[in-house]
C-alpha cells in the first residue's frame, strides 16, 4: 500500500517494477530484431538493383560503350554531329515507332544517347554501328535501328528503350 509519503520516496518495490518493466521491453526487442531483419532484401538483391554512375570523359565522339544495369546491357553512345543532325532530319511520321530525337535525350546533352540494348522484337542484342541508319542492328531477325535508337526497318515494333537516367555532372551520369 502506497502512502502519501511514499510517492515523495519511491520504495524498493516501485524500484523493481520499474526495473522488471525495462528488462521485459529490451528483451522483447532483442527477440524481435531477428525476426524483423530477416525480412530485408539481401545485400546482392539490393547491389542488383542499384543506380550505377558512368564516367563518360574516356569515351571519345563516335564511340559507344556498353555497360550493364539490373542484367541488362545498356549503350551509351558519344553521338557525332552528323549523326544528330541525321537522327533529326527523319520525318517522325514515318516511323513505325514515332518519337522525335529530342524526346529520346537530355537536353542540353545531346551527343549523348543511352538505350537499352535489347531488341524489342525477341530480346536479342543489337550491334552497335551497323545497318543502313549508323545506328543499331539486330542479327537475329535484321532490325535495324537508327541512331537515335528508333526502329526503322524489320520486325522490331518499338524503338530501343530509354532507361531512367540523369547527368550528375557533365561528363557523368546516373543510370537507375
Same mark, same amino acid.
Given at each position: ?5 511514499? #510517492?515523495?520516496? =519511491?520504495?524498493?518495490? $516501485?524500484?523493481?517494477? *520499474? !526495473?522488471? %518493466?525495462?528488462?521485459?521491453? /529490451? ?20 547491389? #542488383?538493383?542499384? =543506380?550505377?554512375?558512368? $564516367?563518360?570523359?574516356? *569515351? !571519345?565522339? %563516335?564511340?559507344?560503350?556498353? /555497360? ?20 533529326? #532530319? ?87
Amino acid at each position: 500500500m502506497t502512502t502519501a509519503s511514499s #510517492a515523495d520516496h =519511491p520504495t524498493r518495490r $516501485d524500484f523493481l517494477f *520499474v !526495473a522488471t %518493466g525495462a528488462a521485459a521491453a /529490451v528483451g522483447g526487442a532483442a527477440a524481435l530484431w531477428p525476426f524483423i531483419s530477416q525480412m530485408n532484401p539481401d545485400a546482392s538483391t539490393i547491389a #542488383a538493383g542499384a =543506380p550505377i554512375e558512368v $564516367d563518360l570523359s574516356p *569515351v !571519345a565522339e %563516335g564511340q559507344d560503350i556498353k /555497360v550493364f544495369w539490373r542484367g541488362k546491357p545498356i549503350y551509351i553512345s558519344h553521338r557525332t554531329k552528323k549523326q544528330i543532325d541525321e537522327a533529326r #532530319a527523319v520525318n517522325v511520321a514515318s516511323l513505325p515507332d514515332p518519337q522525335t530525337d529530342e524526346a529520346r535525350v537530355k537536353s542540353g546533352h545531346e551527343q549523348w544517347l543511352v538505350v537499352i540494348g535489347i531488341c524489342t522484337h525477341l530480346g536479342c542484342i543489337p550491334i552497335a554501328h551497323e545497318g543502313n541508319y549508323d545506328g543499331f542492328f539486330c542479327p537475329c531477325h535484321g532490325s535495324q535501328y537508327d541512331s537515335s535508337g528508333r526502329i526503322r526497318q524489320g520486325p522490331a515494333p518499338a524503338n530501343l528503350a530509354v532507361p531512367p537516367y540523369q547527368f550528375v555532372s557533365d561528363t557523368k551520369i546516373q543510370i537507375g
